[in-house]
């Protein structure tokens, strides 16, 4: 048999056996052993699964397989984030219900795309948060966030897609445009379901001090997410309207005294309340054209435009007055949605300050040197023209200066967050329904628990020309009565965002069939927070901030016990074909179950896992793949051809090693072990694994033809066995046929324990001596011991049976025993003296 050709076989005999056999299911609620919760972030059924799928579910599997044969309980599900766009607008296409679409996509991607690669997921856990069973408890989380304050309905500016008719995030306006719409989109003002996240700011800010077992990159980018700044806010009243203010936000108080001129965001609500008659008509326009323009672009333009007011404002500090300008590069919803410009310490107030010709009026000086004149100096440094602040180091007079703000009463210190409240409407259909009622009052009334789920209609009509959801079209959905006075209602036709579903979905695993409950607490308690969890960080930020807060959340009413859900996040890099990212639009898409049927699914596997760290991005390279298949043959043949006829195939007794050859083997396998454990359990080295792998198999192929004895021939069959953990963690196909069939074995390898790992033989092994044995005054025979090996070691050993020694012994008590010591060679040797009288 060759193994080539037979691969494609092998995996899917092997597959069967282990579902006739049921080896990757696990009882949520046994507590014999030590829990390991392993995820990988779940997949959107698009129906083909790609490159990184692979990595991120071969990740997981190997830290899930590692913890199984360690005897940890082990959960590792798998479930399909079945809600959006997509599903939708390929029903609208092709005339097909979502879920419809959405099905055939879960059986493709379970089955030949992903399943293919025989993950150890345990299928009895499976979800679909399109299902019914699933939203019913997004409905409930929304509910129970509505119960707890954490829900609000407000008019708040939002992307708009004039073609989609619907909302979309930041993420998906691309260079103003919508993303699949292409048209430009459009600010709109709507009434949206929010959740107040930014009331958990502080605790998602501080919560990342816990989190060790994340990398620098995702706190970063989580920390860069909420924003935290500490700062002032600072009150500049406006000339001529008594009582009138414009609050700033700074973080920089100490350049106060350097502040030219007050910008206010164009949708800032004193902006045409201020405007001077004459300025009326240039700031109307610019405002109109700026509230057509996405954040990010405002952020992004280069030209720092505005226009003045014509208005002033006063310098709290020193009395001057300062022109009030409009500009949108100062945005609404940050700060308190006006700015006090510093020119000479600001880049973008610098680059406004020319376009505008206003004063730059230096007020921090270097420590030594002098500042550039065609750049804002924004590090620290020393005060100047700041009375009497002057002198000062700027890190001082920041404080100095804030507190002075705070006695004349002009201002106070704040703490802002950039995070923004999560607003959670989508004008769609394929979501959860917000299991809201619209009463004839105007008011909202929430549907009871007991009525939910709030269920998609089956029959809908994509009557895409009326520009609306279907929800909003089908009288029987939209009409309700008010649960509590019968009187008619409308429903809520907005449905919510999908990574409302990816918050909980983590929860829902250890209990997906519960008809009464999310899930129970008990399980929770047991399995979370996750051990591991696997994913992209690209894609992957926003979704963590939303799962963070959900899981604080439950913390804070006291329905789950651990505030963070994750310990450790393994945030993989991406698979690039010619140097990009793999996407159909380039053309450049390795797809995995051509690869798999190609290769096998074990050689992929191990290919992903290989040569680079995990967190780095790496090339694909269709010749590495292959060499990873032809080692995996050369595994197979060499496995295949060791003696498998002989008896001691099926032995599974740990060899205790009497020369220096099996101690050297044995120790070598031992040390393979215990180096996988830590590389993947403490640092995620998995490619380095799979490298000692390789080096492993030339051990082996050196050891061979040493195997000369039946004692030889039992330790090398023994560490045959046990390498074969090590390669199961990655090609756990290969590993479970040759354990079966090479060793003769009649259960799953993966039912096996670890390998057993002597520690005190790898120390010994390290320096092992020939001692010889002298047996009542002759020399008798050579031991390989380790040099640090005990007298009682020694002893056992000898007790325990060497032919070469009993011979002479002969049956004889023994009456001395004596173990001859050097300080520089250890053990020198052993003397044995037996008793002639007694037999
Ligand atoms: C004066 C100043 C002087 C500033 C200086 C910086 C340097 P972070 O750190 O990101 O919180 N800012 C405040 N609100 C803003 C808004 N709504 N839109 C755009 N910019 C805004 O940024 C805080 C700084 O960003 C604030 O401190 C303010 O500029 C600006 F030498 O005030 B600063």
């Keep these: 048999m060759n193994y080539s050709e037979t691969v494609g076989e092998i995996e899917s005999e092997i597959q069967r056996s282990w579902e006739r056999e049921n080896i990757d299911y696990v009882d949520l609620d046994s507590t014999e052993t030590d829990k390991c919760y392993v995820l990988g972030m779940f997949p959107y059924p698009s129906g083909n699964a790609h490159m990184g799928h692979i990595l991120v579910y071969s990740i997981a599997d190997a830290v899930a397989r590692l913890a199984r044969f360690k005897g940890r309980s082990v959960l590792n599900p798998i479930g399909w984030d079945a809600f959006g766009m997509p599903a939708e607008n390929a029903a609208i296409k092709n005339k097909v219900h979502p879920s419809q679409w959405t099905r055939i996509n879960i059986d493709n991607m379970r089955g030949p795309q992903i399943g293919r690669a025989g993950f150890s997921f345990d299928l009895t856990k499976e979800l679909d948060t399109s299902s019914p069973e699933f939203y019913k408890w997004s409905q409930w989380l929304f509910l129970k966030l509505r119960e707890h304050g954490q829900v609000y309905r407000a008019n708040s500016w939002v992307n708009w897609d004039p073609i989609d008719q619907t909302v979309l995030a930041n993420e998906q306006v691309i260079d103003g445009k919508g993303w699949r719409s292409g048209v430009p989109i459009e600010r709109r003002q709507m009434e949206q379901w929010s959740f107040r996240i930014t009331s958990f700011a502080e605790a998602l800010w501080n919560g990342l001090d816990e989190l060790p077992g994340w990398s620098e990159r995702a706190i970063a980018t989580q920390r860069n997410w909420i924003g935290r700044s500490e700062g002032c806010e600072i009150e500049f009243p406006v000339v001529g309207e008594t009582g009138l203010a414009v609050t700033v936000f700074t973080t920089r108080p100490d350049t106060v005294y350097g502040v030219t001129s007050i910008t206010l965001a164009p949708e800032h609500d004193f902006t045409l309340k201020l405007v001077t008659a004459d300025a009326k008509a240039k700031v109307a326009n610019y405002v109109q054209a700026a509230i057509l323009k996405t954040e990010i672009d405002r952020q992004a333009d280069a030209e720092k435009s505005g226009v003045p007011t014509g208005r002033y404002a006063l310098n709290p500090l020193t009395g001057e007055q300062i022109p009030i300008f409009v500009s949108d590069y100062v945005l609404v919803n940050y700060g308190t949605g006006a700015i006090m410009n510093v020119p000479a310490h600001d880049q973008r107030d610098f680059e406004f300050a020319i376009k505008q010709s206003l004063d730059i009026r230096t007020v921090i000086q270097p420590m030594i040197g002098e500042a550039k004149s065609d750049e804002a100096f924004v590090s620290d440094g020393v005060m100047v023209a700041s009375a009497e602040f002057n002198g000062l180091p700027s890190v001082e007079a920041r404080i100095k200066i804030a507190e002075h703000i705070e006695n004349l009463k002009v201002g106070k210190r704040v703490v802002r967050f950039r995070l923004r409240d999560w607003s959670v409407s989508r004008q769609r259909f394929w979501g959860a329904p917000i299991p809201m009622l619209l009463r004839q009052d105007g008011t909202w009334e929430p549907v009871p628990v007991s009525q939910l789920p709030v269920i998609l209609p089956p029959n809908v009509d994509f009557d895409v020309a009326a520009g609306k959801s279907p929800l909003a079209l089908d009288e029987s959905f939209l009409r309700a009565t008010s649960p509590t006075d019968g009187t008619p209602c409308t429903r809520e036709t907005d449905t919510m965002d999908t990574f409302m579903c990816s918050a909980w979905y983590a929860w829902r695993f250890l209990d997906p069939l ?320 037996t008793d002639a009288r007694q037999p």
């Design 514 to 833: 519960n008809a009464d409950e999310p899930f129970r607490q008990s399980r929770a308690t047991r399995w979370m927070p996750i051990d591991y969890y696997v994913g992209g960080l690209e894609h992957a930020n926003q979704h963590l901030i939303y799962f963070r807060y959900i899981s604080h959340f439950l913390h804070s009413i006291g329905y789950t016990p651990t505030k963070e859900p994750v310990t450790r996040f393994l945030d993989n890099g991406m698979i690039q074909k010619n140097g990009f990212k793999m996407s159909k639009s380039r053309g450049n898409v390795v797809r995995p179950d051509d690869m798999m049927t190609k290769y096998g699914a074990d050689a992929l596997r191990m290919y992903v896992m290989s040569d680079t760290p995990y967190t780095r991005d790496r090339e694909w390279d269709d010749s590495g793949l292959a060499a990873k298949h032809r080692f995996l043959a050369s595994v197979w043949s060499f496995y295949t051809n060791v003696d498998s006829s002989s008896q001691l195939s099926i032995e599974r007794v740990q060899p205790s090693a009497t020369d220096a050859w099996s101690i050297k083997l044995l120790a070598e396998l031992y040390t393979l072990a215990a180096d996988t454990e830590n590389n993947i359990e403490e640092r995620q080295s998995f490619h380095v694994v799979v490298a000692g792998i390789h080096s492993f198999m030339n051990v082996l192929r050196a050891a061979v033809p040493e195997a000369n004895d039946i004692q030889r021939v039992r330790v090398l069959s023994f560490v045959m066995q046990n390498f074969l953990k090590v390669i199961a963690l990655f090609c756990p196909h290969l590993a479970d046929h040759l354990w079966r069939n090479v060793f003769i074995a009649n259960n799953c390898l993966f039912i096996e324990g670890w390998v057993p790992v002597d520690n005190d033989l790898v120390l010994n092994a390290t320096s092992v001596a020939t001692v010889p044995v002298q047996i009542d005054g002759k020399r008798r025979h050579e031991l390989s011991v380790g040099k640090e090996i005990s007298d009682e070691q020694l002893r056992a050993m000898i007790d325990g049976g060497i032919p070469q020694i009993d011979r002479f012994v002969d049956g004889r008590r023994i009456a001395r025993f004596v173990v001859v010591r050097t300080p520089e060679r250890g053990v020198k040797l052993v003397n044995i003296v």
